[in-house]
């Protein structure tokens, strides 16, 4: 059973996955201060008030939470409007293919042209 364990604990894509969300968690805190310090000033500038999450509707005798719900339809929103941006970045990245001079395909040495003449005329005989 250990050794089932060790080997589940070693397989690749266990690894893939753990780095996977790490990587997540980090780009999260960017993700938040590019909202908190670049969108929601923006936000601010134009509407004149950035959190909106004090926002409330009395009805009766309960008090609903209007603008917290707002907030986090706002920071939702643009979250998943900068994870698009990004995601749309790496993908044009990704299939971007730069061919350098090591990549190019190279002329075949005159070695290379006259044994190929060579074998083309032993094939003729």
Known sequence: MWKEFKSFI??????????GFIM??????????????????????????ADVSGLSLSIGNTTLGVGSFLQAIINFVLIASMLFVVLKGLEKAQHKKIITPDEAPAEPSTEEVLLGEILAELKKK
Do not use: E
Not at 10 to 19: F, G, H, K
């Open 10 to 19: 070693a397989n690749d894509s266990i690894v893939t996955l753990a780095t």
């Open 24 to 49: 997540g968690s980090a780009f999260t805190a960017i993700v938040t201060s590019l909202v908190d310090d670049i969108f929601m000033p923006l936000i601010v500038a134009v509407t004149g008030q």
